[in-house]
């Protein structure tokens, strides 16, 4: 049994969940909040950081190395490109999403920060809407760990005020991704109160 220490809130915790549902793997999930870490957590993962997954009496975390992890270990269904160059794209659309889109989308959460960060993430998501425009997702035609990346991000914007009825594109690839059955189950409470905000 895998063990999973997540935040309810969080879209790195949310990207890990999405891998395990996607894998259909038996999970204990223990839900708790990045700013208020218990102590027996802390002595699991002195670094505290979220997600993190016991496989095997092995820590891991970070979200990308766990998911990763997560899909070589676990390969079916498969959530990487089968080609070496498809691979290294996927690796880093993920790295340029973590670099960019979230913590533009932390930046949302700072009153003083929120309307530069909006401004920018409507910039991405012109440029995401046209390139969407010529693939099914992400990465080509196959539903990888960058689309997964990406998702968190997508079905919190109606909770920071930001209306996608412009991106025909982009609104086609979001509800490709949201009615996944594997997207629905990884939904915490709080995430599935976030698109009636």
């Known amino acids: 049994m895998i063990k999973l220490f997540s935040d ?43 997600p993190t997954v016991i496989d095997r009496d092995i820590v ?18 498969p959530l990487k490109p089968g080609s070496p160059a498809e691979r290294a794209q996927m690796r880093l659309a993920v790295l340029q999403l973590e670099r960019e889109l ?21 910039v991405y998501l012109t440029s995401l809407d046209v390139y969407l425009g010529r693939q099914q997702f992400f990465i080509g035609e196959q539903y990888t760990l960058a689309d997964i990346t990406l998702a968190p ?4 914007l109606p909770s920071i005020g930001i209306d996608t009825a412009a991106w025909n594109n982009l609104e086609g690839y979001m509800d490709n991704l949201f009615e996944r059955p594997a997207f629905e189950r990884s939904l915490s409470e709080i995430e599935q109160m976030l698109r009636d905000y």
């Open 102 to 122: 979230y913590p533009l989308y932390i930046d949302t959460q700072n009153s003083r920060k929120k309307k530069d960060a909006i401004g920018k993430i409507k």
């Open 153 to 156: 991000i997508l079905w919190r």
């Open 60 to 77: 891991f975390f970070e979200s990308s190395v766990v998911n990763e992890y997560l899909d070589e270990r676990y390969p079916h269904p």
């Open 8 to 50: 309810a809130h969080c879209p790195n915790s949310h990207r890990t969940r999405i891998v395990l549902a996607e894998k259909e793997l038996p999970v204990e999930t223990t839900e708790i909040e990045a700013d208020n870490l218990p102590a027996d957590f802390l002595k699991i993962n002195p670094y505290g950081k979220l």
